[in-house]
């Protein structure tokens, strides 16, 4: 089992009212895995903003050492891992 140490950022952080948090994963676990394990934890309240309610996509952004991770990158033990709202405009 790792640890993972969660920060939340922007609008997450605000509506959710979780500034860090820490999550448990398997080891070898990855990103997704760790969406997974907060779905779990805290429901559609936390992951509406992870990830799109009908597309199952993800649209918030993963960041590790400032390196933007994809949903197979693997997580380590004392990871910090930065969430954060995609932003678009047009």
Do not use: C, W
Request: aromatic share 8%; glycine share 8%.
């Amino acid at each position: 089992m790792i640890r993972i140490n969660i920060k939340f950022f922007s609008f997450i952080k605000f509506e959710t009212g979780l500034e860090e948090i820490q999550s448990d994963i398997a080891d070898g676990g990855t990103v997704m895995d760790l969406i997974q394990k907060l779905d779990e934890e805290h429901g559609e309240s936390l992951t509406r903003f992870i990830k799109h309610k009908t597309r199952d996509k993800v649209i918030s952004l993963f960041v590790r050492n400032n390196k933007i991770l994809k949903l197979d990158d693997p997580l380590y033990d004392n990871d910090e891992i930065k969430i954060m709202p995609a932003v678009g405009g047009g």
